[in-house]
């Protein structure tokens, strides 16, 4: 009983953590929403394009989301970093060394993943969109809809790159073989394609630009296991 207690008390104090300091980086989030919103529209958005709003409080709900995600974003580490210490204890040696890895390029590649949709992938469904439009349209967006469409992008991006991350996880800890992975890689390249024209716009572009660089880390991460694998056997 005593055991369950203070496994109950390790994760109630592993969430008071994840929101603390989220909940810190709301203030920072708040005061610079702001800028960021505009530094997306100068950066994603032809000289001169102007958003508009259609409610009287869309400014804030589109402020408030905007210091929400980055607060999410820029906490990720974070809150990574929590929730290792917190299962840590439960895992033994081997397990340890085999999950630290994986744990580690959650971050890089999620970084990495919201990273490609926000310099690749919103200026490009920008560029598609008013491409549409020819000489006989007059773009009316809302800021509603650009932000949700920004953040919706990075967070798919974060999300898809985390793919190769669970691969190398379920390959060492023996879940599935490597021969079971490379027989099934023509069926992973079809989930990457369905997942990255699921999460992405419609337009084949971005869907290739999400899906592209989610399996080459595929086969990097196939090819780090096999590198550590034969490095494993080798001392053995």
Not at 10 to 36: E, H, N, Q, T
Not at 96 to 122: D, N, S
Not at 166 to 188: D, E, G, P, T
Request: charged content about 15%.
């Amino acid at each position: 009983m005593n055991g369950v207690l203070e496994h109950l008390e390790a994760l109630r104090r592993m969430f008071f953590k994840i929101f603390a300091v989220f909940a810190l980086l709301c203030i920072p989030g708040w005061i610079f929403s702001g800028k960021m919103v505009d530094a997306l529209l100068k950066f994603s958005a032809p000289a001169g394009f102007k958003l508009h709003y259609f409610s009287l409080m869309e400014p804030f709900f589109v402020r408030l989301e905007v210091m929400m995600t980055a607060a999410a974003v820029v906490s990720f580490p974070f809150t990574v970093k929590f929730i290792w210490d917190f299962i840590r204890p439960a895992l033994r040696d081997d397990e340890v060394g085999k999950l630290a890895i994986p744990m580690f390029f959650i971050i890089i590649l999620a970084l990495l993943g919201g990273g490609v949709a926000l310099l690749g992938m919103v200026p490009a469904v920008m560029r598609f969109s008013i491409s549409l439009a020819g000489n006989e349209f007059t773009p009316v967006i809302g800021i509603g809809n650009f932000v949700s469409l920004v953040l919706g992008l990075v967070i798919a991006g974060m999300l898809v790159f985390q793919f190769p991350i669970i691969v190398y996880a379920l390959l060492s800890l023996n879940v599935v073989s490597l021969v079971q992975i490379k027989k099934m890689r023509r069926w992973m390249i079809v989930i990457i394609l369905i997942v990255a024209g699921i999460l992405s716009p419609p337009d084949v572009a971005s869907q290739l630009l999400l899906a592209l660089p989610c399996y080459l880390l595929f086969e990097a991460a196939l090819w780090l296991y096999s590198v550590r694998h034969k490095e494993a056997a080798n001392g053995n």
